[in-house]
């Protein structure tokens, strides 16, 4: 199940809702351009910041699974949990990881709706991991085709092989804490483009 090669999964909502409003500013932004050329330059900053602030919070995040372990790449850090420290996966409001260090939850893997579990049908459960169904039973953000449920099958089953192959029986932790990386450049380039935003105005 585990390879080298990276698995992804991102909310669909969160990738629809990024091309949209990308198509949306970028016609928005043309449209004004017929008309006047300078309300263009003042808005571009604008239309600009709504793009990418739809792209840093649901159409970037992701969780990454590999080799090594679990990659929860939220809105403002990416944390990198090994498979050693990895213990347990929940789904009840967002997919979340139960690890040695502590418990992380993915931005990228809320659990569904109301409406999406009512619209459930026994194929969405069928071909679940067993582990899926330990402390509680089955929760609506297991559900396959969701963003929540089909990273949590993933994972547990990753983690179900690696434990029957016994490279779990007695895990070691290289590090003291889990391995994070802060989004600064996502971060400067929301906060230059609201300084445009706010500058261009007063300067055209």
């Known amino acids: 199940m585990t390879s080298d090669e990276p698995v992804e999964f991102r909310a669909r909502f969160?990738?629809?809702?990024?091309?949209?409003?990308?198509?949306?500013?970028?016609?928005?932004l043309v449209a004004i351009a017929v008309e006047d050329t300078v309300a263009a330059l003042r808005w571009a900053p604008v239309l600009a910041l709504v793009a990418t602030g739809v792209w840093a919070?649901?159409?970037r995040?992701?969780?990454v699974v590999d080799a090594a372990g679990v990659e929860l790449r939220n809105v403002t850090r990416t944390v990198r949990l090994p498979?050693?420290?990895v213990q347990r996966v929940d789904t009840k409001y967002a997919l979340t990881v139960e690890t040695a260090y502590g418990t992380y939850a993915a931005w990228a893997a809320p659990a569904p709706s109301r409406s999406t579990t009512v619209r459930a049908?026994?194929?969405?459960?069928?071909y679940l991991p067993e582990s899926s169904y330990i402390?509680?039973?089955?929760?609506?953000?297991?559900?396959?085709?969701?963003?929540?449920g089909d990273a949590a099958a993933y994972i547990r089953r990753c983690l179900d092989q690696l434990r029957d192959a016994g490279h779990l029986d007695e895990p070691r932790l290289e590090r003291d804490r889990p391995e994070v990386t802060w989004h600064v450049l996502p971060g400067l380039l929301l906060a230059g483009l609201t300084a445009l935003a706010v500058l261009t105005p007063r300067l055209l």
Request: charged letters at 10%; one cysteine or more.
């Open 121 to 126: 049908t026994p194929e969405d459960t069928r």
């Open 135 to 148: 402390g509680g039973g089955l929760r609506p953000g297991d559900l396959a085709g969701t963003a929540s």
């Open 83 to 85: 498979w050693p420290a």
């Open 14 to 28: 969160g990738q629809v809702l990024t091309v949209v409003a990308a198509v949306v500013c970028v016609v928005t």
């Open 61 to 63: 995040p992701a969780v």
């Open 57 to 59: 919070f649901y159409g």
